[in-house]
């Protein structure tokens, strides 16, 4: 038997849609003895691994000059909320030549109108099956003057 048949992964409803190059703000649950807080860590995502349980993104951020990347499992109920604050066109999987690179060299190019990366994949396969346009809306009516 194997191990992936036993496993049930439950998603975590709170991470959406997300890629390299996305700038995040991640909530984490932290456990510091017997107390619990939220804790926020904002940067840019530089690589996204799937691979069933062990599916995570690394996130990494520039504080006081220090680069801090941190990763966080997807099937983690540790991650409370991830917000997307802005995407970003690349063309890699993996960035990590950011991490030679100074904050203002750092930045990525933004993508503009497109919400999410299911929503382009939607509005790319509506492109390509248009509906026929109603006859009545396309013909204005004529007044006989």
Do not use: C, W
């Not at 991470?15 to 649950?29: E, H, L, N, W």
């Amino acid at each position: 038997m194997d191990i992936r048949q036993v496993q049930v992964l439950v998603p975590n409803p709170n991470i959406p849609d997300i890629g390299p190059g996305d700038t995040v703000q991640v909530t984490a649950k932290v456990v510091e003895g017997d107390r619990v807080r939220l804790q926020m860590f904002r940067g840019t995502i530089i690589r996204v691994r799937p691979g069933g349980a062990g599916a995570s993104f690394t996130v990494r951020r520039l504080s006081q000059g220090v680069g801090v990347e941190r990763t966080f499992p997807f099937h983690s109920a540790t991650v409370q909320k991830v917000e997307v604050l802005r995407r970003a066109k690349v063309r890699r999987a993996s960035l990590y030549y950011l991490r030679g690179l100074s904050r203002k060299a750092s930045r990525l190019k933004e993508r503009r109108g497109v919400a999410g990366r299911a929503e382009a994949a939607e509005e790319v396969a509506g492109a390509e099956s248009p509906e026929a346009p109603d006859a009545a809306a396309v013909a204005p009516e004529t007044s006989g003057a």
